[in-house]
C-alpha cells in the first residue's frame, strides 16, 4: 500500500493505556523507579544524566527480572556497557527481589502491520568502504523533493540548498540549522547529503559525513580508548562535509568539544563544508565553549519556526499524495488545528488513520478520524493545561495570573489573555466555550475574536511574533 512514513503517537496511546491498566504492584515499582532514576541523577551527574539515562523507560518485571527500555539499539548498548552495573546496584537497594537488570531497545513503535523502521541507505556513492563507520545511514525518504516549503521554514531550507548546491561558498560555512523537535532538521541535512552524494563536483565524487552528536561523542570516546584518535582524527578530516545532527548532545564533554572544534576549524581551513544542527541558536546553547559558539555563529544561522497552519495542511497532503490515499480535506483540517506540536507526530497521526483505514477496508472520515485519534488527542491535552498556559503567559509580560480571569480590559492585560486564549486553542483541544470558561467565562465568540487578533499581530509584528512563539516553544518543551 504504498506507505512508508512512521508513525509517532502510537506510543503515547500505548504507554496512557498501560498507566491505566496500572496495578498496586506497578505503582510500587514506578515508585521505586522514580527514587531509582534520583539516586541515577545524583550518582552521574545532572549532564551525564540528561545525555544518556533520562531516556530509560520503565518496562515492567518479571519475576526476579527487571526490564528497562531505551529508544535506540546505540543507546542502549551505551547505556548497559557504562551503567549497566551500576543501574543494577541501585537497583537491588531499592527492591531486594530484583536480581538482574536487563536493558532492551523499545519494540517496534505502532502496532499497525505496515510499521517497519524507516528504509535508510549509506550514502553509497561516497566512497563506502573507507567510511562506512562515518557515515550514519539517511533517510531516503528525507529529500528536497519530499520536503515541504512554507513560511515558517523556507529561509532554512533556502540556506541548505545553497549549500547543496555550492558547498563551502563564503558566507554559509558553517550553516548552522535549529529549531524544536520535529520540524525538519534531520530531514533538511539528509537532503543536503542526497544531493551532494548524486551530483559529484567538477567530476569528483564528494565525501559527506553525517552522524548525530552523540555518535561521534561515542566515536571519539572509543578512538581514545583503543589509542586511535588519530586515524579517528584523519577520517574526519578528509571528508568534504562534514553533518553532526543534534549537537545539543555535545554539551558539557569537555574534551569531545575540544576535538570537534578542531576538527571544525581543520575542515573549515581547507575549505570544507559543515552544517550543524541543534535544538537552539549557538547564542542560546548553554554548556557550550565560548570560541565554540563564536565559530558556530559565523556563517548562516537559520531557524526552523513552528510550523502555521497552511504548512501542517500543505505537509498533509503531500503525505497523503505520496501515500496514495484519499484523505478528505475535512479531516486534514481537524489534524493541522489538532496537532500543532511538531511535525513528527503530525504525519503519526496521519499514518495511523490511514493504517486503521487499511486494516477494517473503511474510508477516512471525520468521525473515523475522531474515534482513532481519541487516546492521541487526550494525550496532547494531557502535556499543557491551560492553566499552565495562563501562569507562562502572566509571567511573561509580568501581570497577575488572576488577570486572566478578571474583567480588565486595559492593554497590558487584554493582549496577554488574548495570546494565552491563542495559545490555549493551538496547544490544546479544548472547545472555544470550555476555553472561555477558563477565562473568567467569557463567551466562545471572544475568544475566536483572540485567536484571529493574535493571528493577524503575528504577521504585522515580528516582536510579538517571536514573543508568543517563545512562549510556545517553552510550553511545548
Ligand atoms: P528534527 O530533526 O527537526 O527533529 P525531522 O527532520 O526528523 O525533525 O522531521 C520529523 C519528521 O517530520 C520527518 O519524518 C520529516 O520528514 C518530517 N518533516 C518535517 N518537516 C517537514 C516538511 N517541511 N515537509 C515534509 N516533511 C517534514
Ligand atoms: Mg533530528
Known amino acids: 500500500m504504498g506507505m512508508n512514513f512512521e508513525i509517532g503517537s502510537a506510543r503515547i496511546s500505548d504507554t496512557m493505556a498501560q498507566s491505566e491498566r496500572e496495578s498496586g504492584r506497578e505503582t510500587l515499582l514506578t515508585n521505586q523507579w522514580a527514587s531509582v532514576r534520583a539516586k541515577l541523577q545524583q550518582e552521574v551527574g545532572d549532564v551525564e544524566y540528561r545525555t544518556w539515562l533520562k531516556q530509560v523507560s520503565l518496562a515492567g518485571q518479571d519475576g526476579d527480572e527487571l526490564t528497562l527500555m531505551l529508544p535506540t539499539r546505540f543507546l542502549r548498548d551505551w547505556v548497559s556497557k557504562e551503567y549497566g552495573s551500576l543501574i543494577t546496584s541501585i537497583w537491588q537497594t531499592e527492591n531486594t527481589s530484583i536480581r538482574r537488570v536487563d536493558i532492551r531497545t523499545q519494540p517496534a513503535r505502532g502496532t499497525a502491520p505496515n510499521l517497519a523502521e524507516p528504509a535508510s541507505n549509506p550514502v553509497a556513492a561516497v566512497r563506502p568502504e573507507a567510511r562506512a563507520d562515518v557515515i550514519a545511514p539517511l533517510d531516503q525518504r528525507f529529500t528536497f523533493d519530499t520536503f515541504v516549503v512554507g513560511k515558517p521554514n523556507e529561509f532554512a531550507y533556502a540556506c541548505a540548498r545553497r549549500v547543496a548546491e555550492a558547498p563551502a561558498t563564503q558566507g554559509f560555512n558553517p550553516l548552522f540549522l535549529y529549531g524544536g523537535v520535529g520540524l525538519g532538521k534531520t530531514h533538511l541535512m539528509h537532503a543536503i547529503a542526497w544531493e551532494l552524494s548524486n551530483n559529484p563536483r567538477h567530476g569528483k565524487p564528494v565525501s559527506v559525513a553525517y552522524m548525530s552528536a552523540e555518535k561521534f561523542m561515542y566515536r571519539f570516546i572509543n578512538a581514545l580508548r583503543n589509542q586511535s584518535t588519530l586515524e579517528f582524527k584523519n577520517e574526519l578530516r578528509s571528508v568534504d562535509v562534514l553533518m553532526i545532527d543534534d549537537l545539543q548532545f555535545l554539551i558539557g564533554k569537555d574534551n569531545t568539544q575540544e ?204 516582536a510579538f511574533a517571536e514573543d508568543v512563539e517563545l512562549l510556545r516553544r517553552m510550553l511545548e518543551s
Open 259 to 462: 576535538e570537534f572544534f578542531h576538527t571544525f576549524n581543520a575542515l573549515v581551513d581547507a575549505g570544507k563544508q559543515i552544517v550543524i544542527s541543534a535544538d537552539k541558536s549557538p547564542s542560546d546553547l548553554s554548556g557550550l565553549e565560548d570560541r565554540l559558539r563564536t565559530r558556530l555563529g559565523c556563517g548562516m544561522v537559520a531557524d526552523l519556526h513552528a510550523t502555521t497552519f497552511e504548512l501542517r495542511i500543505s505537509i498533509l497532503e503531500a503525505k497523503a499524495l505520496r501515500a496514495g490515499v484519499d484523505v478528505p480535506a475535512k479531516v486534514m483540517e481537524f489534524l493541522a488545528h489538532k496537532i500543532t506540536s511538531n511535525v513528527r507526530e503530525l504525519e503519526g497521526a496521519l499514518n495511523r488513520l490511514v493504517a486503521h483505514a487499511n486494516l477494517f477496508d473503511r474510508q477516512i472520515t471525520l468521525e473515523t478520524a475522531h474515534e482513532v485519534l481519541h487516546d492521541v488527542l487526550k494525550a496532547f491535552d494531557r502535556r499543557v493545561t491551560i492553566q499552565e498556559i495562563q501562569k507562562k503567559v502572566a509571567e511573561h509580560w509580568n501581570i497577575k495570573i488572576s488577570e486572566m480571569s478578571s474583567a480588565r480590559r486595559s492593554r497590558n492585560v487584554a493582549r496577554p489573555r488574548q495570546v494565552a486564549m491563542y495559545l490555549a486553542k493551538q496547544l490544546t483541544s479544548k472547545s472555544l466555550p470550555d476555553i472561555g470558561r477558563h477565562f473568567g467565562d467569557r463567551d466562545h465568540t471572544t475568544v475566536m475574536h483572540a485567536v484571529a487578533r493574535v493571528t493577524a499581530l503575528m504577521g504585522t509584528d515580528a
